[in-house]
């Protein structure tokens, strides 16, 4: 069944214009990676799903009904999550403050501080602390949390393993296996091709603001990837 | 003994100006407004409370059972109806509006009391005195209104840092755009944050009717004291603020002891020299 559906989807910039017409479908459970270059539109599209950019109620369906244009609280409410670039935890909320945060919309769902603090239980130890104080993968910990912490049901990643080692990357993504398997749909942006693929059933190729390529993962050819992704 | 009594006069004569702050403080830290019509806000709630004392018989204050909610409301109004419009363009719409709010209120209230000067009628503690050993004479009224100021900026504290709803301002004032994100109306939130503000206000604008006569200009000199109190202390730092306001008050009570046209002068002398040695006042909220 599908949960969101982009129809012709463009999002601007004032006069500048960051997508055009993408199409986009993401079915119940699933976790799809959108891949690309740098500037290639991946965030704005992202951010055009969270309501952070305008756009047209037609353009973005979810659940099979029109959300773009709708404010980003709106659609938190409506099962919507946000993991944004960067983190962006709040600098003067402690880390346990930051995932209360989360649960702003008080929506009903699986996910509580005790599960956060089940699936990141490092984060448990550092709760008191501000969420300066942790180091860059922790963060990221705390935000992928604070962002369930809303019970979604569609969560969006932007760039998980943005300045992070490895050997960190490597266990971030080993707890989505767990998130998805509460029934979580996952739509992951990344500009680490390998990572993205392998943790993701299907993929988007995104180039200066266009579709370039879409497959399944596990019939996808390294050199048309390539092609999509440079613009070769 | 008489510096003695200088230096009590003065501190909780910043207890006042904290309460005038407090309103101020709030709404620059949570929504980055400046409110250049604060002051005057100030001087309307001692209006509405006039209004209030001579038509129901109540004293002044018992009629802040109508004020503060009178007050909450147009707080709530005002920005969700106005001042919510004016924050996504840069620091001056707000500042040009508010200004433009500051001289309606006072040519409103020029309309409607006429210059003459008014005055809150709080009968006997506005004299009363308590005498400590030593000759030391401290007014009941400004312990009172003191402890009020203490009472205030502890009680936002605990709502700042212990409730939900505090969370979502300082998760707000730290980055509103994200906040939206994790599912925060920044609209319907400003427009409570200013709602409650305005009750802090109206506080101080009943105590300052009862301390003082007032008129429909004497908004202005209290907008400035608010902000004086509020940058010596550090911006985002009720306790801060507190602090500035006992600062600010010590100087002119220091002053007018040096010679009485020298209260006002002292005051603002005391805010630039703390300017210039702490540009950024005495206790700075650290974030990075």
Avoid at chain 2, 98 to 103: E, Q, V
Wanted: glycine fraction near 10%; charged fraction near 15%.
């Amino acid at each position: 069944m599908t949960l969101l559906r982009t129809q012709k989807l463009s999002a601007f910039y004032g006069d500048f214009q960051a997508l055009f017409d993408v199409d986009v479908t993401v079915e119940k459970g699933e976790t799809v990676a959108v891949i690309g270059a740098n500037s290639a539109g991946k965030t704005t599209f992202l951010r055009a799903l969270a309501g952070a950019i305008e756009s047209a109620p037609e353009m973005v369906m979810f659940d099979g009904q029109p959300i773009g244009g709708k404010t980003p609280h709106e659609i938190v409410r409506l099962g919507i999550a946000m993991v944004p670039e960067g983190r962006r935890l709040f600098p003067s909320l402690s880390v346990e403050e930051n995932l209360q945060l989360g649960s702003h919309s008080e929506r009903a769902g699986p996910w509580n501080l005790k599960r956060v603090y089940e699936l990141f239980p490092r984060l448990f130890d550092l709760r008191h602390l501000p969420s300066t104080d942790l180091s860059g993968g922790q963060q990221q910990m705390a935000a992928i949390g604070r962002g369930l912490m809303s019970n979604p049901r569609l969560l969006l990643c932007d760039e998980l393993s943005l300045g992070l080692a490895p050997v960190i990357i490597r266990d971030i993504y080993q707890c989505l296996g767990a998130i998805t398997a509460e029934g979580t749909t996952v739509v992951l942006v990344e500009q680490d091709i390998a990572r993205a693929l392998d943790a993701s059933s299907r993929f988007y190729c995104f180039q200066e603001g266009r579709l370039a390529l879409t497959a399944p993962t596990k019939d996808f050819n390294r050199a048309a990837i390539t092609a999509a992704y440079f613009g070769l | 003994m008489n510096w003695v009594n200088i230096l009590i006069q003065g501190a909780l004569l910043g207890g006042f100006y904290a309460l005038f702050a407090i309103g101020l403080s709030m709404s620059f830290g949570i929504m980055r407004l400046v409110n250049i019509a604060h002051g005057d806000l100030i001087v309307l709630s001692a209006y509405v409370a006039l209004l209030v004392t001579e038509n129901t018989g109540l004293d002044p204050f018992l009629s802040l059972v109508i004020v503060l909610p009178v007050m909450f409301a147009l707080g709530y109004a005002l920005q969700r109806g106005l001042l919510n419009q004016t924050l996504s363009g840069g620091l001056l719409p707000p500042l040009l509006v508010t200004f433009g709010i500051s001289i309606i209120i006072q040519n409103g209230l020029l309309q409607a009391f006429g210059a003459y000067d008014h005055r809150l009628q709080e009968g006997a503690i506005e004299t009363a005195s308590l005498r400590f050993p030593g000759g030391l004479f401290v007014g009941v009224y400004p312990l009172v209104v003191f402890a009020i100021a203490v009472f205030s900026i502890a009680s936002l504290q605990l709502l700042f840092y212990r409730t939900r709803l505090g969370r979502a301002f300082r998760a707000v004032s730290d980055d509103a755009d994200t906040a939206e994100l994790m599912g925060i109306d920044n609209r319907k939130l400003y427009a409570l944050a200013l709602g409650i503000a305005m009750v802090f206000t109206a506080i101080a604008g009943v105590l300052f009717g009862i301390r003082t006569i007032f008129s429909p200009s004497a908004g202005p000199i209290r907008l400035i004291l608010a902000f004086e109190a509020v940058i010596i202390g550090g911006l985002g730092n009720m306790w801060g603020t507190l602090v500035g306001g006992i600062v600010l008050g010590v100087a002119q009570a220091v002053g007018a002891a040096v010679d009485p046209t020298w209260q006002i002068l002292a005051g603002h002398l005391a805010f630039l020299a703390i300017l210039i040695v702490r540009p950024n006042g005495l206790f700075p909220r650290t974030r990075d």
